[in-house]
């Protein structure tokens, strides 16, 4: 994964090995680029007969694009931040990438048990993925080959799937154990009572919990703008974190109200 910032606009620079895979010259091209699942966009280059039919954006002699509004938007970023790209024949893969954060698994060392750690591929850092808990156990899956590991998920009632891990290589049965409770522990905190709900024209799923925390920033930013917090206030700066049920109640109640949006049950 090689990730690159955007600024707010949404101006990124393709790394070497992107321009490479679009066959994009010394001066730059044109590409197609349209969103992919929900933190996603796939990315042709300009002799490419995919996707043709949509609309073409420049890269200039720098690598540098924009990533459409609408994509964003749909992505639900405001701000700056940042991508990664990897290659899945015969796009570029564009992804929101979440924030770096010291390892939750092996506490920012690296090793578990004198083995690379997977979550953080032995670097002591991991990304948390925009899509939660779930989203992280689809990259960690990605990488599992490489480690001689196997995941297996399951759906239960409680909506949390089971994971349980196979090793086709020598590492300890207490290394397994150590990742198994892990996301067992990850997926709870992360999905416990949140609910998934789809936009019934579009198909796009959002998470109870995300609308909740979106509208409590949103009125937390109007009544700043109204002069309404006091600026002594410890929620001057910004809004405190609320526990993840309050932003799911929250949430849950606007989605119920909202005849575009149904409950996506029992998946
Ligand atoms: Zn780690």
């Known amino acids: 994964m090689i990730y690159r910032p955007f600024s707010k606009t949404g101006l990124v620079t393709l790394p070497k090995e992107a321009r490479d895979f679009l066959s994009l010259g010394a001066d730059g091209g044109t590409i197609t680029i349209d969103q992919l699942g929900r933190f996603q966009a796939k990315v042709t280059g300009p002799n490419s007969k995919q996707d043709e039919l949509l609309p ?43 924030p770096e954060t010291s390892c939750k698994l092996c506490e920012s060392t690296g090793n578990l048990l004198g083995h690379p750690c997977i979550i953080c591929d032995g670097s002591g850092k991991m990304r ?50 150590l990742v198994e409770v892990y996301f067992k522990q990850r997926l ?11 936009h019934i024209e579009t ?24 002069g309404s917090i006091p600026e002594n206030s410890s929620d001057y700066e910004k809004p405190h974190e609320l526990p993840i049920n309050e932003y799911i109640d929250q949430g849950v109640y606007v989605l119920s109200q909202n005849d575009e949006y149904e409950l996506v049950d029992g998946e």
Request: zero cysteines; charged letters at 20%.
């Open 56 to 98: 073409r954006r420049r890269v200039t002699d720098k690598g540098q694009f924009t990533i459409p509004t609408t994509i964003l938007r749909a992505w639900g970023v405001t701000g700056k931040g940042e991508v990664s790209f990897h290659i899945q024949e015969p796009y570029l893969i564009v992804s929101l990438a979440g």
């Open 203 to 226: 198909g796009r799923e959002v998470l109870a919990s995300e609308v909740g925390k979106a509208f409590y920033i949103e009125a937390w930013t109007e009544q700043k703008a109204a």
């Open 128 to 177: 948390l993925h925009p899509m939660g808990a779930l989203g992280e156990l689809a990259m960690v899956t990605m990488k599992s080959r490489k480690y001689g590991i196997a995941f297996h998920t399951q759906g239960n009632d409680s909506g949390i799937p089971d994971v349980h891990i196979v090793s086709k290589s020598d590492l300890p049965a207490a290394y397994l154990k």
């Open 188 to 198: 709870h905190t992360n999905m416990a009572s949140d609910k998934l709900y789809r």
